[in-house]
């Protein structure tokens, strides 16, 4: 089969945060888009999706079989949870040669089990690790790449504006790299939102941050830092304790015990879990105080700095 010079037909698995982004930005450059998500299943959700999609510029499909007829791409953007059940169906519905690219967060063994079935029915498999937040840089967020098609996939996004960098032909590579980074940037989030909700109850927090600021001066602790980080566990947590389950089967694959893995993992459920049972959602712009001070209550007098 000859490879096509350039993208023009994408299927997209998932489109929440990072879906979206990646589904409005090709179809904004031509590329035909087709998207499936499991939430149009739910009636109550759809209108919402359907106006996302419109809004978008690509089309949205009733099965992720319908998405993916016809196109070069497809692109796995699902939660850690589902993304080898989302490989294995949508293996079913491959045709020889099309490529199935998995952004999601998971394990290399994970990786290696979704490519397995997307091989066995003819398709092609690259491992991607997404290395940054997507929402600031949108397709300039630095995504490595590995597996034998691994290059063939960087020069189809590379002229569409991707910053992609090939790291390996095998696949897992790319995924151990981005699932060990987790374990210190969901760590430092966990850690941060377990410091300061305990800090604030002692009326400790603003001492707290003068002292990290003064041990760490470039990290933001005397600015937005606090709120960015603890940001991320209640808007994502759900879906970040789940990545973080797959970096502890990463670790303890190898042999290295998760300790802090799963930790990390407790913290970060734990959190938007005391928020749902409170009736608590995320809201932006975002306040770690307040959001402490809703959750745990505020009854000592903060001390003077």
């Known amino acids: ?54 809004a978008a510029g690509v089309e949205l499909c009733e099965s992720a079989a319908s998405a993916i007829q ?76 590995g597996g034998p098609q691994a290059q063939q996939l960087a020069d189809w996004l590379t002229p569409l504006g991707f910053n992609i960098q090939v790291v390996a032909d095998r696949i897992g590579v790319a995924s151990a790299i981005k699932m060990c980074r987790s374990v210190m940037i969901k760590g430092l989030e966990a850690l941060t939102t377990e410091c300061l909700a305990t800090a604030r109850q002692y009326g400790a927090e603003e001492r707290v941050l003068a002292s990290l600021h003064k041990s760490f001066p470039g990290m933001g602790w005397d600015a937005r830092q606090p709120h960015y980080l603890i940001s991320r566990v209640a808007e994502h ?31 970060q459920r734990g959190l938007v879990e005391r928020m749902a049972e409170q009736g608590l959602a995320y809201s932006d712009p975002f306040d ?12 000592i007098e903060p001390i003077p700095v």
């Open 237 to 267: 947590g759900r879906r970040r304790a789940e990545e973080m389950e797959e970096v502890a089967k990463t670790a303890a694959d190898v042999g290295v015990s998760p300790h802090m893995s799963l930790a990390i993992v407790q913290t």
């Open 1 to 54: 089969m000859t490879t096509p010079a350039s993208l023009q037909h994408v299927a997209l698995i998932g489109f929440g945060e990072a879906g979206g982004i990646i589904g409005q930005d090709l179809a904004a450059q031509g590329v035909s888009v087709h998207v499936y998500d499991r939430l149009f299943e739910d009636a109550a959700r759809r209108p919402a999706l359907q106006a996302k999609a419109q």
């Open 288 to 299: 770690w105080q307040v959001l402490v001070d809703e959750l745990y209550g505020r009854s």
């Open 70 to 145: 016809g196109v070069q791409l497809v692109i796995s953007a699902v939660t850690a949870g589902s993304a080898l059940q989302v490989a294995e169906q949508a293996a079913a519905h491959l045709q020889p040669q099309q490529l199935f690219m998995d952004i999601n967060s998971v394990a290399p063994a994970t990786k290696q089990a979704a490519s397995a079935a997307i091989e066995a029915r003819s398709g092609l498999y690259v491992d991607a690790a997404v290395m940054a937040p997507v929402p600031p840089q949108r397709l300039q967020t630095p995504i490595l790449l």
